[in-house]
Protein backbone atom coordinates (compact mmCIF):
# COMPACT_ATOMS: atom_id res chain seq x y z
CA UNK A 1 0.00 0.00 0.00
CA UNK A 2 1.64 3.17 -1.32
CA UNK A 3 1.22 6.84 0.62
CA UNK A 4 -0.97 7.82 -2.52
CA UNK A 5 -3.05 4.88 -2.37
CA UNK A 6 -4.18 5.49 1.19
CA UNK A 7 -8.17 6.36 0.88
CA UNK A 8 -9.63 5.43 4.54
CA UNK A 9 -7.30 4.92 7.63
CA UNK A 10 -9.54 2.54 10.47
CA UNK A 11 -8.84 4.00 13.60
CA UNK A 12 -8.89 0.99 16.41
CA UNK A 13 -9.85 2.56 20.38
CA UNK A 14 -11.04 5.51 20.70
CA UNK A 15 -9.77 6.66 24.07
CA UNK A 16 -6.96 8.99 24.89
CA UNK A 17 -4.65 8.62 21.87
CA UNK A 18 -7.46 7.21 19.17
CA UNK A 19 -8.86 10.30 19.54
CA UNK A 20 -6.19 12.49 18.87
CA UNK A 21 -4.64 10.62 15.97
CA UNK A 22 -8.11 10.61 13.96
CA UNK A 23 -7.83 14.03 14.30
CA UNK A 24 -4.40 14.94 13.21
CA UNK A 25 -5.45 12.67 10.25
CA UNK A 26 -8.37 14.19 9.34
CA UNK A 27 -7.03 17.70 9.34
CA UNK A 28 -4.23 16.29 7.09
CA UNK A 29 -7.49 15.43 5.04
CA UNK A 30 -7.85 11.64 5.41
CA UNK A 31 -10.87 10.13 6.14
CA UNK A 32 -11.00 7.79 9.54
CA UNK A 33 -13.32 5.41 11.07
CA UNK A 34 -13.01 5.40 15.01
CA UNK A 35 -14.25 2.02 15.69
CA UNK A 36 -14.54 1.79 19.80
CA UNK A 37 -16.45 -0.68 21.70
CA UNK A 38 -19.81 0.84 22.85
CA UNK A 39 -21.95 3.71 22.06
CA UNK A 40 -21.41 5.35 25.10
CA UNK A 41 -17.55 5.57 24.47
CA UNK A 42 -17.86 7.03 21.20
CA UNK A 43 -20.37 9.93 22.23
CA UNK A 44 -17.05 10.35 24.75
CA UNK A 45 -14.49 10.23 21.66
CA UNK A 46 -16.57 12.80 19.60
CA UNK A 47 -17.33 15.18 22.35
CA UNK A 48 -13.31 15.15 23.18
CA UNK A 49 -12.50 15.27 19.65
CA UNK A 50 -14.32 18.25 18.36
CA UNK A 51 -14.97 20.00 21.50
CA UNK A 52 -12.55 18.96 24.43
CA UNK A 53 -9.12 20.62 25.17
CA UNK A 54 -6.97 19.40 22.26
CA UNK A 55 -10.10 19.53 20.07
CA UNK A 56 -10.81 21.02 16.56
CA UNK A 57 -13.16 23.40 17.88
CA UNK A 58 -10.48 24.51 20.51
CA UNK A 59 -7.84 24.78 17.53
CA UNK A 60 -10.16 27.04 15.97
CA UNK A 61 -10.15 29.64 18.69
CA UNK A 62 -6.72 29.63 19.09
CA UNK A 63 -6.95 30.93 15.38
CA UNK A 64 -4.54 27.45 15.08
CA UNK A 65 -6.59 26.02 12.29
CA UNK A 66 -8.90 27.81 10.02
CA UNK A 67 -12.80 27.31 10.29
CA UNK A 68 -13.71 25.89 6.95
CA UNK A 69 -10.79 23.60 7.10
CA UNK A 70 -12.60 22.50 10.82
CA UNK A 71 -15.43 21.83 9.18
CA UNK A 72 -13.59 20.06 7.00
CA UNK A 73 -11.96 17.30 8.95
CA UNK A 74 -15.16 17.13 11.17
CA UNK A 75 -16.79 15.44 7.89
CA UNK A 76 -14.00 13.46 7.38
CA UNK A 77 -14.47 11.54 10.77
CA UNK A 78 -17.10 8.98 11.84
CA UNK A 79 -18.00 6.28 14.25
CA UNK A 80 -18.72 2.87 14.71
CA UNK A 81 -18.93 -0.10 16.85
CA UNK A 82 -18.69 -2.44 14.46
CA UNK A 83 -15.26 -4.28 13.95
CA UNK A 84 -16.29 -5.84 10.14
CA UNK A 85 -17.06 -1.59 9.03
CA UNK A 86 -12.87 -1.08 9.25
CA UNK A 87 -12.67 -4.29 6.58
CA UNK A 88 -12.06 -1.63 3.84
CA UNK A 89 -9.28 0.10 5.68
CA UNK A 90 -5.96 0.79 3.72
CA UNK A 91 -4.34 1.30 7.04
CA UNK A 92 -5.59 0.37 10.54
CA UNK A 93 -3.57 2.44 13.75
CA UNK A 94 -4.30 0.44 16.70
CA UNK A 95 -4.73 2.37 19.67
CA UNK A 96 -6.47 -0.13 22.60
CA UNK A 97 -4.91 -0.97 26.14
CA UNK A 98 -2.00 -1.15 26.71
CA UNK A 99 -1.88 -5.38 26.89
CA UNK A 100 -0.02 -7.47 24.77
CA UNK A 101 -2.96 -10.89 25.09
CA UNK A 102 -5.78 -8.26 23.63
CA UNK A 103 -3.71 -6.32 21.03
CA UNK A 104 -2.60 -9.58 19.44
CA UNK A 105 -6.16 -11.14 19.85
CA UNK A 106 -7.87 -8.07 17.95
CA UNK A 107 -4.94 -8.01 15.49
CA UNK A 108 -5.79 -11.50 14.46
CA UNK A 109 -9.78 -11.01 13.94
CA UNK A 110 -8.74 -7.81 12.27
CA UNK A 111 -6.08 -9.82 9.73
CA UNK A 112 -9.18 -12.17 9.17
CA UNK A 113 -11.90 -8.87 8.45
CA UNK A 114 -9.68 -6.19 6.97
CA UNK A 115 -8.39 -6.96 3.28
CA UNK A 116 -5.11 -8.24 2.78
CA UNK A 117 -3.48 -4.96 1.28
CA UNK A 118 -4.21 -3.00 4.19
CA UNK A 119 -1.07 -2.23 6.93
CA UNK A 120 -1.33 -2.43 10.47
CA UNK A 121 0.24 0.27 12.91
CA UNK A 122 0.34 -0.15 16.37
CA UNK A 123 0.29 2.91 19.02
CA UNK A 124 1.90 0.71 21.50
CA UNK A 125 3.81 2.79 24.37
CA UNK A 126 6.40 -0.05 24.00
CA UNK A 127 5.67 -3.49 23.33
CA UNK A 128 8.04 -5.26 20.76
CA UNK A 129 6.12 -4.87 17.53
CA UNK A 130 7.28 -8.25 16.37
CA UNK A 131 5.30 -9.49 19.38
CA UNK A 132 2.27 -8.06 18.16
CA UNK A 133 2.22 -9.39 14.99
CA UNK A 134 3.31 -13.18 16.13
CA UNK A 135 0.48 -14.41 14.92
CA UNK A 136 -0.51 -12.83 11.52
CA UNK A 137 0.47 -14.27 7.97
CA UNK A 138 3.66 -13.59 6.75
CA UNK A 139 2.00 -11.31 4.01
CA UNK A 140 0.69 -9.43 7.02
CA UNK A 141 4.06 -9.13 9.05
CA UNK A 142 5.48 -7.05 5.90
CA UNK A 143 2.69 -4.36 6.63
CA UNK A 144 3.07 -4.20 10.12
CA UNK A 145 4.69 -1.26 11.94
CA UNK A 146 4.58 0.40 15.64
CA UNK A 147 3.51 4.37 14.90
CA UNK A 148 3.98 5.72 18.45
CA UNK A 149 2.42 9.08 18.80
CA UNK A 150 2.88 11.31 21.92
CA UNK A 151 0.39 12.53 24.16
CA UNK A 152 -2.02 15.15 23.89
CA UNK A 153 -1.75 13.99 19.65
CA UNK A 154 -2.45 17.36 18.68
CA UNK A 155 -0.59 19.19 20.08
CA UNK A 156 3.05 17.42 20.70
CA UNK A 157 4.62 17.03 16.94
CA UNK A 158 6.75 13.38 17.53
CA UNK A 159 5.94 10.07 15.90
CA UNK A 160 8.18 7.34 16.41
CA UNK A 161 8.12 4.62 13.61
CA UNK A 162 8.98 1.51 14.64
CA UNK A 163 10.14 -1.11 11.67
CA UNK A 164 10.85 -4.98 12.26
CA UNK A 165 13.23 -7.06 9.59
CA UNK A 166 9.52 -8.56 8.22
CA UNK A 167 8.55 -5.04 7.48
CA UNK A 168 8.48 -3.94 3.94
CA UNK A 169 10.22 -0.54 3.21
CA UNK A 170 6.96 0.59 1.28
CA UNK A 171 4.89 -0.44 4.91
CA UNK A 172 7.94 2.34 6.21
CA UNK A 173 7.28 5.01 3.31
CA UNK A 174 3.76 5.12 3.65
CA UNK A 175 3.68 5.27 7.75
CA UNK A 176 6.53 7.48 7.21
CA UNK A 177 4.22 8.99 4.85
CA UNK A 178 0.91 9.75 6.65
CA UNK A 179 2.67 10.71 10.33
CA UNK A 180 4.32 13.42 8.34
CA UNK A 181 1.05 14.56 6.53
CA UNK A 182 -0.21 14.73 10.01
CA UNK A 183 2.37 17.38 10.85
CA UNK A 184 4.57 14.94 12.83
CA UNK A 185 8.20 14.98 13.09
CA UNK A 186 9.03 10.77 12.70
CA UNK A 187 11.95 9.54 14.27
CA UNK A 188 13.02 5.85 13.00
CA UNK A 189 13.22 2.97 15.35
CA UNK A 190 14.47 -0.12 14.54
CA UNK A 191 12.37 -3.20 16.83
CA UNK A 192 13.90 -4.37 19.78
CA UNK A 193 12.83 -7.34 21.13
CA UNK A 194 13.38 -7.97 25.00
CA UNK A 195 12.93 -4.69 25.53
CA UNK A 196 9.83 -2.14 26.30
CA UNK A 197 9.57 1.54 25.41
CA UNK A 198 11.09 2.33 21.86
CA UNK A 199 13.08 5.38 22.16
CA UNK A 200 11.25 8.00 24.28
CA UNK A 201 10.00 6.20 26.86
CA UNK A 202 13.15 3.87 27.07
CA UNK A 203 15.15 7.28 27.37
CA UNK A 204 12.36 8.94 29.81
CA UNK A 205 12.54 5.60 31.75
CA UNK A 206 15.50 5.96 32.29
CA UNK A 207 15.85 9.47 33.53
CA UNK A 208 13.35 9.24 35.70
CA UNK A 209 14.83 6.26 37.53
CA UNK A 210 17.62 8.61 37.95
CA UNK A 211 15.75 10.69 39.50
CA UNK A 212 13.71 8.36 41.77
CA UNK A 213 17.40 7.10 43.17
CA UNK A 214 18.64 10.86 43.86
CA UNK A 215 15.51 11.34 45.54
CA UNK A 216 15.88 7.83 47.74
CA UNK A 217 19.56 8.59 48.00
CA UNK A 218 18.79 11.26 50.07
CA UNK A 219 20.49 13.74 47.20
CA UNK A 220 17.80 16.37 46.50
CA UNK A 221 13.99 16.22 47.10
CA UNK A 222 11.76 16.00 44.09
CA UNK A 223 10.53 19.88 44.22
CA UNK A 224 14.32 20.37 43.74
CA UNK A 225 15.31 17.81 40.98
CA UNK A 226 11.62 19.53 38.67
CA UNK A 227 12.98 22.40 39.12
CA UNK A 228 16.41 21.87 38.28
CA UNK A 229 14.70 20.03 34.99
CA UNK A 230 12.27 23.07 34.10
CA UNK A 231 14.51 25.82 34.72
CA UNK A 232 17.86 23.99 33.54
CA UNK A 233 16.72 22.15 30.70
CA UNK A 234 14.01 23.97 29.39
CA UNK A 235 10.91 20.72 30.06
CA UNK A 236 7.69 22.22 30.42
CA UNK A 237 7.21 19.87 33.72
CA UNK A 238 9.51 17.69 36.20
CA UNK A 239 9.17 13.83 36.57
CA UNK A 240 7.26 14.20 39.87
CA UNK A 241 4.38 16.51 38.19
CA UNK A 242 5.80 20.14 39.24
CA UNK A 243 4.78 22.72 36.17
CA UNK A 244 6.79 25.43 37.37
CA UNK A 245 7.67 25.85 33.41
CA UNK A 246 3.93 27.16 32.51
CA UNK A 247 3.45 30.12 34.43
CA UNK A 248 4.83 29.05 37.15
CA UNK A 249 7.24 30.68 39.90
CA UNK A 250 10.62 28.76 38.62
N1 LIG B 1 -2.16 7.92 27.03
C1 LIG B 1 -0.89 8.14 26.66
O1 LIG B 1 -0.22 9.07 27.15
C2 LIG B 1 -0.26 7.29 25.59
C3 LIG B 1 0.82 7.80 24.86
C4 LIG B 1 1.37 7.04 23.81
C5 LIG B 1 0.87 5.75 23.55
N2 LIG B 1 -0.18 5.26 24.32
C6 LIG B 1 -0.69 3.92 23.99
O2 LIG B 1 -1.88 4.07 23.21
C7 LIG B 1 -2.77 2.98 23.48
C8 LIG B 1 -4.11 3.53 23.93
O3 LIG B 1 -3.91 4.29 25.09
P1 LIG B 1 -4.98 5.37 25.57
O4 LIG B 1 -4.32 6.16 26.64
O5 LIG B 1 -5.58 6.04 24.40
O6 LIG B 1 -6.07 4.40 26.23
P2 LIG B 1 -7.61 4.68 26.48
O7 LIG B 1 -8.02 3.75 27.57
O8 LIG B 1 -7.88 6.14 26.64
O9 LIG B 1 -8.30 4.23 25.11
C9 LIG B 1 -8.37 2.91 24.70
C10 LIG B 1 -9.69 2.74 23.97
O10 LIG B 1 -9.72 1.48 23.35
C11 LIG B 1 -11.05 0.99 23.46
N3 LIG B 1 -11.05 -0.43 23.20
C12 LIG B 1 -10.79 -1.46 24.02
N4 LIG B 1 -10.87 -2.63 23.36
C13 LIG B 1 -11.19 -2.32 22.07
C14 LIG B 1 -11.40 -3.07 20.89
N5 LIG B 1 -11.32 -4.40 20.89
N6 LIG B 1 -11.70 -2.42 19.75
C15 LIG B 1 -11.79 -1.08 19.73
N7 LIG B 1 -11.60 -0.30 20.82
C16 LIG B 1 -11.30 -0.94 21.97
C17 LIG B 1 -11.51 1.43 24.83
O11 LIG B 1 -12.92 1.41 24.94
C18 LIG B 1 -10.92 2.83 24.90
O12 LIG B 1 -11.81 3.83 24.41
C19 LIG B 1 -2.06 2.10 24.51
O13 LIG B 1 -1.37 1.08 23.84
C20 LIG B 1 -1.09 3.07 25.18
O14 LIG B 1 0.02 2.41 25.75
C21 LIG B 1 -0.77 6.01 25.31
Given amino acids: MKLE ?35 EVIDATRESVFDGK ?9 GKLKFDDAIAAMAKISFT ?21 LKQEVFKELDRIVKPGAIFASNTSGFCIADLARDLPASRKERFIGMHFS ?28 AEASGKAVSMVKDAPGT ?13 REAVAIVEAGIA ?11 GRNWPAGFFGNRGGIGGQW
Avoid: H
Fill in 5 to 39: EVRKVGQLGGGVMGGGIAQVLAIAGYPVLIRDIND
Fill in 54 to 62: WGIKRAVEL
Fill in 81 to 101: TKLDELADCDVIIEAIPERLE
Fill in 151 to 178: NPVPTMRMCEVIYTPETSEETIATIRGL
Fill in 196 to 208: YGFLLNRIFGAAR
Fill in 221 to 231: TKEDIDKAMIT
